[in-house]
């Protein structure tokens, strides 16, 4: 298990170095539609969670998943900072017996849950949860259903997310500071999406290179999604989709 926390403060410096090195880009997502902040505070935030991590003296899995989510949820500030850190802290329980299948599929489900706990944003609305729902359903079907192996199973995750995010172009955002412009937030490719893609490429490089094996090419199939009838229920707390609501 030791093992398994050393990875997991690896993923951690890697996802630092990616968003750090998108930073401009992810900042330039976010002037379009927002205050031009993601990059910035994302970069900070992982900058500090990587520090974190590598002080921790015995790093697990869940140790590593929590120190770094609330390390997030005080340093990248913002709408996004709860939603990436307060959610981690959650999900980090299910690694509390370390890191199998079965667990990374619970920590993947929780931390959609919360990220939609604390955001009520819905597929559709044009947040990172348009990256999210893909990946964390296309993980759990490949995992549970198809009996897939992890490193395969994440890879296609990742070509879901990826599609998620192509995905937000074309919406109008629903949540968050780029709901604000009303239609005019169509067009354009959500920064918190994008950055959450980025985390789950990263997760993947890590994954392949602790266990060893190479990363398999994933045919482009069709992402995993929540059943529309499941999702209406959801939906269905009067929770309002106004445009202007701030
Ligand atoms: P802020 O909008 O406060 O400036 P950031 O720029 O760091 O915060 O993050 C913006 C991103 O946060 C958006 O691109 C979107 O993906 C995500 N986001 C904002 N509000 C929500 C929400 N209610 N639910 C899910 N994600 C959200
Ligand atoms: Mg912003």
């Given amino acids: 298990m030791s093992g398994d926390g050393e990875a997991a403060v690896a993923a951690v410096e890697r996802i630092a ?23 910035g505070n994302m970069a900070r935030g ?7 991590a590598r002080e921790l003296d015995a ?19 913002g709408a996004s900072g709860p939603l990436f850190g307060g ?42 949860v348009d990256a999210l729902t893909p990946a964390v ?8 259903t198809d009996e897939r192996p992890p490193v395969e199973s994440l890879a296609r995750a990742v070509d879901a997310a990826e599609r998620g ?18 239609w005019r937030s ?13 985390i789950l490429e990263e997760l993947l490089q890590t994954a392949a290179h602790h266990r060893d094996e190479p990363i398999p090419e994933v045919a482009a199939t069709s992402p995993t999604i929540p059943d529309a009838d499941a999702d209406e229920s959801d939906d269905s707390k009067g929770e309002s989709d106004s445009e202007g609501a701030a």
């Fill in 137 to 144: 359903h296309t993980f759990k079907k490949s995992i549970e």
């Fill in 165 to 182: 995010v192509a995905f937000t172009v074309p919406l109008r955002a629903r949540k968050g500071r780029a709901s604000y412009l009303g």
């Fill in 87 to 128: 959610s981690l802290v959650f999900a980090g329980a299910e690694l509390a017996d370390g890191v199998t299948a079965e667990t990374a599929v619970a920590f993947a489900e929780t931390y959609l849950e919360k990220v939609q706990d604390r955001g009520d944003a819905q597929l559709g609305d044009g947040t990172m």
């Fill in 59 to 77: 790093p697990d899995p869940e140790a590593v998943a929590q120190t770094v989510g609330k390390t997030l949820m005080s340093e990248v500030g």
């Fill in 46 to 52: 992982w900058a500090k969670a990587a520090d974190a």
């Fill in 186 to 198: 169509v067009g354009h490719q959500d920064p918190g999406a994008t950055s959450t893609l980025f």
């Fill in 17 to 39: 170095e990616r968003i750090e090195a998108e930073r401009s880009h992810l900042t330039q997502l976010d002037s379009a539609i927002g205050d031009a902040d993601h990059g």
